[in-house]
């Protein structure tokens, strides 16, 4: 059904770790690890014309600022009419209020896809047959994922899986905490200090705008406790 997202995010995946294979090795976990952080630059170089277009944007928003304070002046004890009047001062100057959330939103459905992507290298599909391509990828390069490991931890495995199985493929349930409680840790903290300095760069018109308000709790909070 996100085929549109996983094929994408498969090829771009793909080519950083025929990059980084050829220096470091196909079956290294530093190599794989790497093209998932190359991923994510790339995706940050694709969303560069959208930032500018936000920061344009908020620029707009300081011009008329004098008319933002007339409002809050005018209406002062009416919260409700403020962003009414704030709503329509902004669509009148051609500015989104949410403009400052969407190059964080855009990266949802990536992180998604990358999610869906790195799950599919299991060994097998969900049939129980023995897995042969994944996208872009194809049977070598899932064995390969499969048999990498980053600092004691499987690539291809999971905690769950238990003690017996993860033994059995050279790792253990502390090899693999030791490392992914870290990552995970990192991630969200990443994913909060990206989040803040979006909400920082916006007006403070932006700021009070009720749409504004929920997407920005959701950016600080909500989305780094998903990732």
């Known amino acids: 059904m996100l085929n549109f997202i996983y094929y994408p995010v498969s090829f771009i995946l793909w080519v950083w770790h025929e990059v980084f294979g050829f220096l470091l090795g196909p079956d290294n ?3 794989w690890a790497l093209s998932v952080m190359f991923l994510v630059f790339t995706l940050r170089a694709i969303l560069y014309k959208p930032f500018v277009h936000q920061v344009r944007s908020m620029r707009r ?3 008329f600022q004098p008319e933002i304070a007339k409002i809050r002046k005018k209406y002062g004890n009416d919260r409700q009419k403020q962003a009414e009047e ?3 001062l902004q ?3 051609g500015v989104n209020p949410l403009g400052g959330c969407l190059p964080v939103l855009v990266q949802v459905p990536v992180f998604i896809g990358l999610f869906h992507v790195l799950r599919e290298f299991g060994p097998l599909t969900k049939d129980g047959l023995p897995r042969t391509e994944n996208y872009f990828f194809g049977l070598e390069e899932v064995e390969s994922f499969n048999r990498s490991s ?5 690539l291809g495995n999971w905690v769950l899986q238990g003690e017996e199985v993860l033994n059995a493929v050279g790792t253990s349930i ?7 409680i870290p990552l995970m840790i990192a991630a969200g903290i990443f994913t909060h200090i990206t989040a803040r300095h979006s909400v920082a760069r916006q007006t403070a018109a932006q700021a009070e705008n009720p749409q504004t308000a929920i997407m920005n709790r959701l950016m600080l909070y909500v989305f780094p406790i998903g990732v």
Do not use: W
């Open 91 to 93: 669509k009148d100057h």
């Open 174 to 180: 502390t090899s693999m905490v030791i490392v992914m």
């Open 61 to 63: 928003m300081q011009e």
């Open 150 to 154: 980053l600092f004691g931890a499987k």
């Open 29 to 31: 976990g530093i190599a």
């Open 86 to 88: 704030m709503q329509r």
